[in-house]
């Protein structure tokens, strides 16, 4: 692999861990996109680094159950805006 893709790895599971950031905020920090995130956390850290790719992951999945909550959040938003 190729030292650059590593570092990048690296980079957003520290960026993921320190800001309990969602793949969609790493992404945009990055500039890459959310599947690469994930494939970076997922697969090539575990190979690089399993005990931060173990803290990474465990934000993801704090995360992804928590998805539904912000997404309602951001809708009731939406509409008390809309009617005030």
Do not use: C, W
């Amino acid at each position: 692999m190729k030292d650059y893709i590593e570092e990048r790895a690296i980079n957003v599971a520290a960026y993921i861990i320190e800001n309990n950031a969602t793949v969609r905020q790493t992404a945009k920090q990055f500039g890459i996109s959310k599947s690469t995130v994930h494939k970076d956390v997922t697969e090539r850290l575990n190979h690089i680094n399993p005990s931060l790719a173990l803290e990474a992951r465990k934000v993801l999945d704090i995360n992804k159950s928590e998805r539904h909550i912000r997404g309602g959040l951001a809708t009731r938003e939406k509409y008390l805006q809309k009617h005030t």
